[in-house]
């Protein structure tokens, strides 16, 4: 079968669609669902969503497509006045999560014992667990050395979270400043000027 | 604990460490002064000892790529000792780096030959490198931080369903060989208790008597009796038609009724059922 | 403090508010939440709420006052469409299911009784409604005998969903024919056509 579906009836289906699932839904998922039998080529499920896109420009909620796909939130800016609706919410993460996440999210696949080695702490489990409950990361395979430590990647749900759709959108890590040590100079200096 | 301080300390013995020690709180630049009792506070907020070497170099506008050991090292010994000193339980990692750091500085105080310069590293060239490639992560963390993100710079925008919303239910399948099966069982178990007839009846006629009970509905139980044939299926459709009629007035579901002789007949569901 | 917002900045806030609270929100739940400070009249948030109401009017998801307040409810029309975003799988159908639909295919037209008996066991309500909601069988008339009892018959979705064309390209059962089931013993030998 193969039903017609004109272009209001097509945005309010995946607009509502979205607004209803209870996680961000791809171009497929739209099309493997709602659309089922409509025969709605890609261009005009494309289309569509550009379309929705703007119409919610200048609302105070607005259309993005993340890792996993196309969902609805807030404007950034009104955060401050709605977290007021969750007295206790906004979850902070310590510094010890946010360098273990991120050395994840530029290094991976990575093992723990490589994220201490930077680190020059050791990792606790507590860290661990919190990225993995969170299903920010996973293991995704075991480091073929002794013991093979699991090796840690992140999810499309990290990408979601943080709204990017790549893992490419990461701000770029900034550049080591190269190592200029002069070993001839600094080796006879060192010893005189300190 | 202790023993391990000492150890590391045996390390540096040429350096007259002992001597800074006993300077170390008068001497103490203003800007890293900080009141033993905030001390622990303080070291919470390092995530661990190349954090606080980042500090210490940042605090002195030190270059990283031109690691200033002798200067570092007695800062952060300094701290180290204070807190020794305090009681305070130092994590490991502080007491590696404590050691690391003597032994780079007890190799620069080494006279070498110059041939074997080249081949000979910096001992500063690893400790220099960790401490870069930990501060570009320690600052993409910060950054990562700072992306927008869910639960505190925006919320997901959600409607509830419509009231007459129903999931979608997959109905089971069903293979013609099920249906087959089953009634294999039905049969087996009717042979147990049932006394047996030899009955011919083809299922057309039977499914026959279906089809025009249900076109009997479909014209308020009431037909002209030629209505119920169908001609185009040919002389067999025609008399399984007329067989089925029959069967359904013999079980009484139908009545035949003629009015007058030679007049039309017609098929009737029984008792004004429509 | 009594800070000022905008029309603009005021309608994305209730927007945003109640698309993003995980329960309704009344007048009061607003003024005490995201407009907590900002001194909005009980008009001005009325005019609002009529306003973002008109909005939505034509699009997938409306908004909706309920007793206990405004929330954003997908429109009813395309429920059907969003069914198929939690599709659930019902289980397999019972031994007494199959055995009924088969007696209702070989032997139709039979009334429920007639099932029973042959079966040797009750057919419940629940199983009739089963295969009746299923558009399998249908009831094509009455028996003239007391209570006037319903006569099952398949129907042509039955042949649709079992590739048949007519009844007669079921399998044939020589056990079946052998045995009578014909309890009101109305045997008919039509045997020699077909």
């Keep these: 079968m193969a039903d017609k579906i004109n272009d ?78 969750w007295p206790e919410r906004s979850p902070r993460y310590s510094r010890a999560v946010l ?7 530029y290094r991976q696949p990575i093992t723990r014992g490589e994220i201490e080695d930077i680190r020059g702490v050791s990792v606790s489990s507590q860290i661990m667990r919190t990225l993995l409950d969170r299903n920010w990361v996973k293991v995704v395979g075991h480091k073929e050395v002794p013991g093979r430590p699991g090796l840690y990647a992140t999810t499309k749900e990290f990408l979601d979270y943080f709204g990017l759709k790549h893992l490419n959108q990461l701000p770029p890590l900034p550049e080591f400043q190269a190592i200029s040590l002069d070993l001839a100079d600094t080796v006879v200096t060192t010893g005189e000027l300190h | 604990m202790s023993d391990i301080i000492s150890d590391s300390l045996t390390i540096q013995q040429p350096l007259p460490l002992a001597f800074v020690r006993g300077e170390a709180v008068l001497d103490r630049p203003e800007d890293l002064y900080i009141p033993p009792d905030a001390l622990e506070i303080l070291l919470d907020a390092f995530e661990g000892p190349l954090d606080f070497l980042l500090y210490l170099i940042r605090k002195h506008k030190f270059d990283i790529v031109d690691l200033p050991v002798n200067e570092i090292t007695l800062q952060y010994m300094e ?29 620069l105080l080494l006279p070498r ?8 590293a ?15 992560f320690k600052q993409a963390a910060t950054e990562l931080d700072s992306l927008p993100r869910d639960e505190r710079d925006h919320f997901n925008a959600t409607a509830v369903l419509a009231d007459n919303f ?35 009846e083809h299922l057309s006629t039977r499914e026959r008597m279906s089809r025009i009970l249900d076109l009997l ?19 067999e459709g025609v008399v399984v038609t007329f067989l089925a009629i029959l069967e359904l007035t013999k079980e009484k579901l139908v009545e035949i009724i003629q009015v007058e002789a030679y007049g039309q007949i017609h098929v009737k569901l029984k008792a004004g059922e429509a």
């Design chain 2, 122 to 136: 910096d001992p500063r060239a690893e400790l220099i490198r960790r401490l870069q490639e930990y501060e570009v």
């Design chain 1, 99 to 105: 360098e273990t996440l991120a050395l994840i999210a």
């Design chain 2, 113 to 120: 030959h110059t041939e074997a310069e080249d081949e000979e």
């Design chain 2, 217 to 235: 509905s479909q014209h308020n139980g009431y037909l002209a009796f030629s209505g119920c044939f169908e001609v185009t299926e040919g002389r």
């Design chain 2, 79 to 107: 701290y180290i000792d204070l807190m020794q000193g305090l009681n305070f339980e130092l994590a490991a990692e502080y007491l590696v780096m404590a050691a690391m750091l003597a032994e780079i500085k007890s190799r």
């Design chain 2, 166 to 200: 129903a999931p979608l239910l997959i109905l089971p399948d069903v293979d013609l060989a099920e249906l087959t099966l089953a009634l294999k069982d039905i049969v087996k178990r009717a042979k147990d208790f049932q006394h047996h007839h030899i009955k011919r």
């Design chain 1, 8 to 85: 209001v009836q097509l945005m309010q289906l995946v607009e509502a669609a979205i607004f209803a699932a209870d996680k961000p839904l791809s171009s497929d998922d739209l099309q493997s669902t709602v659309l089922d039998g409509f025969n709605v080529s890609k261009k005009r499920l494309t289309d569509t969503l550009t379309r929705l896109m703007q119409d919610y420009a200048g609302r105070g909620v607005t259309l993005t497509e993340t890792a996993s796909g196309y969902r609805f939130i807030t404007k950034p800016e009104l955060s401050d006045y709605l977290a007021r609706l």
